[in-house]
């Protein structure tokens, strides 16, 4: 089941962030700040995150991170998406990406694009949006830092 965040999800999340050995200390940190920053403004009108739950067998075990790009009609971000690393190879990511591209779609988005690193770590990362019919927009050499690009994937949704 994918649901939106609710305040009871946070220690979870954590938990499932826990299990990303890929993750540096400082990436867990933004993610979390970021949740919680969800939690603290998901009821303003004009608040541009939103995160969403996947739970399995009641529990929660990955969650996508998604908002609206400023200036732009139709263009989003998909600022995160985590399973927990016990779960891999189950389908969860693909089921999250789809409800995210859907989320964008009914938001009457057309473009969603994700950034991620050109470490060796990150390889499976970057088949996974190959594998979902993203390519690859730009590589944006020693970005994070010398010898690690930044890789930001786009795909163009059709109604």
Request: net charge negative; glycine share 6%.
């Amino acid at each position: 089941m994918i649901r939106r965040l609710e305040k009871k999800d946070r220690n979870d999340l954590i938990e499932v962030l826990d299990t990303i050995n890929i993750f540096s200390t400082e990436e867990k940190k933004t993610a979390i700040e970021l949740i919680d920053e969800t939690l603290e403004n998901d009821l303003k009108d004009d608040y541009s995150y939103n995160i969403f739950i996947y739970e399995f067998d009641k529990k929660v075990v990955g969650y996508h991170c998604i908002g609206k790009r400023y200036m732009t009609t139709g263009t989003y971000d998909l600022y995160w998406i985590v399973v927990d690393s016990r779960m891999h190879g189950k389908g969860i990511g693909k089921k999250l990406l789809q409800h995210a591209e859907n989320f964008i779609r009914e938001q009457k988005g057309y473009l969603v694009i994700a950034e991620t690193s050109s470490q060796p770590s990150y390889e499976l990362t970057r088949k996974f949006y190959h594998s979902n019919d993203y390519e690859v927009l730009a590589d944006i050499k020693d970005f994070y830092k010398v010898n690690d690009n930044l890789i930001i994937f786009g795909k163009y949704l059709t109604t």
